[in-house]
T-cell receptor, first 114, second 118 residues
Framework: GESVGLHLPTLSVQEGDNSIINCAYS??????FIWYKQESGKGPQFIID?????DKRQGQRVTVLLNKTVKHLSLQIAATQPGDSAVYFC?????????????FGTGTRLTIIP | GAGVSQSPRYKVAKRGQDVALRCDPI?????LFWYQQALGQGPEFLTY????????KSGLPSDRFFAERPEGSVSTLKIQRTQQEDSAVYLC????????????????FGPGTRLTVL
């Protein structure tokens, strides 16, 4: 079936460096892609989203890139901080189908090394 | 409240017991979602409400799972005759608008209820 998956389960980055988290998706009908951050014992927290008609979107210290040709998106976090340590999930949805249920990938655990 | 709240935060049940998990969405939010998150996995969709109407329950794993939102605000997820495979974190999320406006509405998640079935 359709799925959203990630390339790497874990990633360790030195504090202050930039990090890149990757995600592959297979549902060509996906219209929105969202990155969530989940800290231990908490629910997922929205970071940034991008619509399928865009290829790049920037937020505060984060950039999401979407490559529809190869069905790949990435989350770049600049100047990482200890508080960035968490599990990051990509998710996709298509509200045009009348349901905004999210389909999540399995997640990447990002560890920031002080 | 400021965000989505869920109770209890932790629940231990013996196999075969019934459990009820509560979700208080952000006040005024129309849409409410339930997700199940197994250990080390991403959340998986269970069911969706728009106000009091349950519009999609395709993700409920069996007829032991039942959800309701009778007054369009608080929601309860009930699991009957719990099994060990039901052990997971159950997440509730709400969003402000109804679905179908062809634009994505951010979902705000609660902290989840960790269910352990012995």
């Amino acid at each position: 079936g359709e799925s959203v998956g990630l390339h790497l389960p874990t990633l360790s980055v030195q504090e202050g460096d930039n990090s890149i988290i990757n995600c592959a998706y297979s549902n060509s009908a996906s219209d929105y892609f969202i990155w969530y951050k989940q800290e231990s014992g908490k629910g997922p927290q929205f970071i940034i989203d991008i619509r399928s008609n865009m290829d790049k979107r920037q937020g505060q210290r984060v950039t999401v890139l979407l490559n529809k040709t190869v069905k790949h998106l990435s989350l770049q976090i600049a100047a990482t901080q200890p508080g960035d340590s968490a599990v990051y999930f990509c998710a996709e949805t298509n509200p045009n189908f009348g349901n905004e249920k999210l389909t999540f990938g399995t997640g990447t655990r990002l560890t920031i090394i002080p | 409240g400021a965000g989505v709240s869920q109770s209890p935060r932790y629940k231990v049940a013996k196999r075969g017991q019934d459990v009820a998990l509560r979700c208080d969405p952000i006040s005024g939010h129309v849409s409410l979602f339930w997700y199940q998150q197994a250990l080390g996995q991403g959340p998986e969709f269970l069911t969706y409400f728009q106000n009091e109407a349950q519009l999609d329950k395709s993700g409920l794993p069996s007829d032991r799972f039942f959800a309701e939102r009778p007054e369009g605000s608080v929601s309860t997820l009930k699991i009957q005759r719990t099994q060990q495979e039901d052990s997971a974190v159950y997440l509730c999320a709400s969003s402000l608008y109804e679905v179908g406006l062809s634009s994505y509405n951010e979902q705000f998640f609660g902290p989840g209820t960790r269910l352990t079935v012995l």
